[in-house]
């Protein structure tokens, strides 16, 4: 609640975008909080922040657990800042209990999950650090004011005078990273604990759709180029395209912007996104190949563009880690379930450099990106309960 008033909405949410100075509070907060129970931070040149919790043997490569900070526009007060502070209470808690590990375990912030609006790529930090994305190319990137990734990361290690520089990419043992669940999965089946066993694929899409302004009251409708027309009918057409009976596949149009945006003005130009998502990558293939078609085949007398922003493959979590969420929870007599997660997170890039894994916990109705979110604080803490047993055994490993 206290990371919440960073930010906090009148409705009761969070906006605290990524790399605002919002933002910035809130990683400068966990670290003086990781501070005050001598713990040390550190961050690396995109921007990742890492509060140390050290262990007796420091040549090891450590375990980590984390999430981020930074919100949607309208976000909530639980999606990715509970990871953070579930992993700093487990190391809090080891820390009251005595409890000595071999490997140093890490709370980890990464920067920029939830693409700040949409004016930088989500999953930005974590991304980098697994050398899924350059590091060069992510800090030249400019956002819709024009300010690069680069020189917003300037203003937040100012923010963090405690916090020691980190070459990127260090070995990693094993990531654990807990999240409400975003979807009503567990709450409907009355479980506390979601042991995740895959993140489905995701891709996107901007459609640039090109037409001629012109004034609404002379030009009659069959000299037109009207680029809002052009793009509601593929709309239409794409909604068709991605209908799924067994409703597994995932499409939404979620930004459209129309120019001049004029009352008396037929639009010229019509620019949306699409976000496509599904467990199964011959899926993605099929439908996603399929969107520059529908698009050509209802533009009319317009020109459009369709161009593929980001194509992220199912990542799936087997070995160890799931088991050991499992058997941590059945120890502490939790219930839980294999769950599968809809919306993308950090622990899908981690995976390709350490054994992942991640715990959900339920959030009411299924409800986030949304000033709505909420959770119990019981389901938080059985979290917190199950990530910590499962951290202090990987520690030990």
Known sequence: MDMAELGRTPRGGVRRLALTDLDNEARALLARWGAARGFRSFIDPIGNLFVRREGNEPSLAPVMSG????????GGRFDGIYGVLAALEALEAMEDAGIATKRAIECTVWTCEESAGGQWPGTLGSSVF???RP???MLALAGFDGLTVGEALKRTRAHLPIAADRPLGVPVSAFVEAHIEQGPE???RGKAIGVVTAIQGVRRFQVEVTGEDGHSGTLRHAWRKDAFAAGARMAVALQAHFHDPLDVVRFTIGRFVVEPNAPAVVPGKVTFGIDFRHPDDSVLARLGDGVDAVCQAHRGPCEVKATETLWVKPTAFTGLLPGLIQAAADRLGISSMPILSGAGHDAIYLARVCPTAMIF??????????EAENA???DLASGA???AEVLADLANR
């Open 361 to 370: 916990v339920p959030c009411e109705k299924g409800i986030s990106h949304n």
């Open 130 to 132: 697994a050398g899924a």
């Open 376 to 378: 119990t604080p019981h």
């Open 186 to 188: 567990l709450e409907a």
């Open 385 to 387: 309960r199950v990530l």
């Open 135 to 137: 590091l060069a190319d």
């Open 67 to 74: 999430s981020h900070t930074d919100t949607q526009p309208s």
